[in-house]
T-cell receptor
Framework: GNSVTQMEGPVTLSEEAFLTINCTYT??????LFWYVQYPGEGLQLLLK?????DKGSNKGFEATYRKETTSFHLEKGSVQVSDSAVYFC?????????????FGTGTRLTIIP | GAVVSQHPSRVICKSGTSVKIECRSL??????MFWYRQFPKQSLMLMAT?????????EQGVEKDKFLINHASLTLSTLTVTSAHPEDSSFYIC??????????FGDGTRLSIL
């Protein structure tokens, strides 16, 4: 079955530091890949997505590239801000549509200190 | 703005009470809604997939009679936790999907059973 392995946290960085959160996956076929962000006490918000190999998703300075050869979708940001403090989830689904169930990684808690 | 509304955001009730949680898609018709459960500092666990007008599909290990799901319209799905006990205390999150668009998540319901 499908699975997502995500870098364990918590991760604590200083403001303006470079961020990488690793994510690898196991899936049959050609899954779509997602990063979701969860702020305290809230639901999940889609941060970015990629639906095929070599696609790069980007949003709010965050980027992730769909690497089929390494089955990875690492999240990166060049300069983090305090407001980026949240929990980040890597996820995959069998297709890109909203009717496909998602498989999530365990989440990585990110704390940015001023 | 929010496209999926989940209500209530927080419930505290006595053991043995049944609790209903609503999930509404605000500006689109959701052919599929998903219900997740999240334990503290853990990932989301899919409980069931709900398709409008048909019975929900439950994941392995989720009690159908305990967690009743109804998806009577394209904009509303409900999760009822029947005869709730302290071990049912958790954060419940719904998501709604439509066609090729990614799922949108509600803000979650924190359920505390005393």
């Amino acid at each position: 079955g499908n699975s997502v392995t995500q870098m364990e946290g918590p991760v604590t960085l200083s403001e303006e530091a470079f961020l990488t959160i690793n994510c690898t996956y196991t899936a049959t076929g050609y899954p779509s890949l997602f990063w979701y962000v969860q702020y305290p006490g809230e639901g999940l918000q889609l941060l970015l997505k990629a639906t095929k190999a070599d696609d790069k998703g980007s949003n709010k300075g965050f980027e992730a590239t769909y690497r089929k050869e390494t089955t990875s979708f690492h999240l990166e940001k060049g300069s983090v801000q305090v407001s980026d403090s949240a929990v980040y989830f890597c996820a995959l689904s069998g297709g890109s549509g909203g009717n496909e169930k998602l498989t999530f990684g365990t989440g990585t808690r990110l704390t940015i200190i001023p | 703005g929010a496209v999926v509304s989940q209500h209530p955001s927080r419930v505290i009730c006595k053991s043995g009470t049944s609790v209903k949680i609503e999930c509404r898609s605000l500006d689109f018709q959701a052919t599929t809604m998903f219900w997740y459960r999240q334990f503290p500092k853990q990932s989301l666990m899919l409980m069931a997939t709900s398709n409008e007008g048909s019975k929900a599909t439950y994941e392995q290990g989720v009690e159908k009679d305990k967690f009743l799901i109804n998806h009577a319209s394209l904009t509303l799905s409900t999760l009822t936790v029947t005869s709730a006990h302290p071990e049912d205390s958790s954060f419940y999150i719904c998501s709604a999907g439509q066609g090729s668009q990614p799922q949108h998540f509600g803000d979650g319901t924190r359920l505390s059973i005393l």
